[in-house]
């Protein structure tokens, strides 16, 4: 099985910050990642695919980058509704792997 | 819109099975692919099962195959989640999500999700 591996698991930040969350993959997943958004109590949302494409809707702050086994997803300038857990996931494998999360707080 | 409505969920003693439903409005469902994700309390992300366009190949987790099977009724726009042989590490909230609709396949990001529905398994 593919692992994903998040870094950092959390991180600390204030509104106006640039961040960064790397994901790494144990083998060449090609462009097949996404990243996903949740907030307590709540379902996840798909913020990006195939690496760098944002989903309809999702503010253009966000972005995301990479190739083969590392990958980055950059939140230009944060806004109080950022604050949350973020996923990625691979799709290369036919048992999708979920990243542990990092959870961004204020 | 896209609509997604789990139930199911509940407490349910380890050993015994349960069958899980989402309820879908809003897109073609006989043309998507769709899956189950769960979550245990205070955990990640951890992909189940998930279900071809065409309905006919599934494709499961390591730790649910030989447990868990995944179907759909196509009549009800229903997706279902048969699950035997519950143990204490299958609670988790249970999430069905829909693939996104603009990429080929099966194992493909989940673009729709619905709020999930709380699967206890304890004596």
């Known amino acids: 099985d593919i692992q994903m591996t998040q870094s950092p698991s959390s991180l600390s930040a204030s509104v106006g910050d640039r961040v960064t969350i790397t994901c790494r993959a144990s083998?060449?997943?090609?462009?097949?990642l996404a990243w996903y958004q949740q907030k307590p109590g709540k379902a996840p949302t798909l913020l990006v695919y195939?690496?760098?494409r944002l989903q309809s809707g999702v503010p253009s702050r966000f972005s995301g980058s990479g190739s083969g086994t590392e990958f980055t997803l950059t939140i230009s300038s944060l806004q109080i509704e950022d604050f949350a857990t973020y996923y990625c996931?691979?799709?290369?494998?036919?048992?999708?792997?979920f990243g542990q999360g990092t959870k961004l707080e204020l | 819109q896209v609509q997604l409505l789990e139930s199911g969920g509940g407490v349910v003693p380890p050993g015994r099975s349960r069958r899980l439903s989402c309820a879908a409005s809003?897109?073609?469902?006989?043309?998507?692919?769709l899956h189950w994700v769960r979550q245990a309390p205070g955990k990640g992300l951890e992909w189940v099962a998930g279900?071809?366009?065409?309905?006919?190949?599934?494709f499961y987790g390591d730790s649910v195959k030989g447990r868990f099977t995944i179907s759909r009724d196509e009549s009800e726009n229903t997706l279902f989640l048969q699950m035997n042989s519950l143990k204490p590490e299958d609670t988790a909230v249970y999430f069905c999500?829909?693939?996104?609709?603009?990429?080929?396949?099966?194992?493909?990001?989940?673009?729709?999700w619905g709020p999930g529905t709380l699967l206890s398994v304890s004596s």
């Open positions: 999500a829909r693939g996104h609709g603009s990429i080929p396949g099966t194992i493909i990001p989940l673009e729709s």
């Open positions: 809003g897109f073609t469902f006989s043309n998507s692919a």
């Open positions: 279900l071809s366009i065409d309905g006919n190949i599934a």
């Open positions: 083998q060449d997943i090609r462009s097949s």
């Open positions: 195939v690496v760098s």
């Open positions: 996931q691979e799709y290369y494998s036919t048992s999708p792997t």
